[in-house]
Structure formats: C-alpha cells, structure tokens
C-alpha cells in the first residue's frame, strides 16, 4: 500500500528538473557577479525584464536554446 494520498499532487516526469539544466543555471548568477552585473542590466543587455532574470536564476522557468545563447554570449562565457 502507497503512503501517498490520491489526492496528492505530483509532478509529470517531463516536468522534473533535470541536473544539466540545474547546473547550467546556478552558472549564470555566479557569472553575472563576476562581470559585475545587476539582473536590471543582464535583463537589458537580453532585452527583457529583471524579473525575467529573476525567474531563471531561481529555476521557476527554463532557459529556451536561444536565450541562454545570448547569456553566454553577453557573460562572455564560453558555450560548453
């Protein structure tokens, strides 16, 4: 018999973190400190809000391919 409720909450398999994506996200605030950035001016320099900024950093939305092209680009951090 599962411990688990039916009525408990749980996330589809898609939507689970995956680490690669974890790792690749903790990188740019450390990034961004390094270069001496706000999120006011990464969210500039990507033509988008801090908030924006914001909800990448904490892992509440994904980095689309073309988005984090242009963070590592404006981070001057290489791609690998």
Known sequence: MS???ANTPRKPAEFMPNPIDFHVVSRVPQRKTLMGLRQEKLGEALGFSFQQVQ???SGANQ???SRLFNTARVLNAPIP
């Open 3 to 5: 411990t688990l409720r």
């Open 55 to 57: 909800r990448y950093e």
């Open 63 to 65: 980095i689309g391919t």
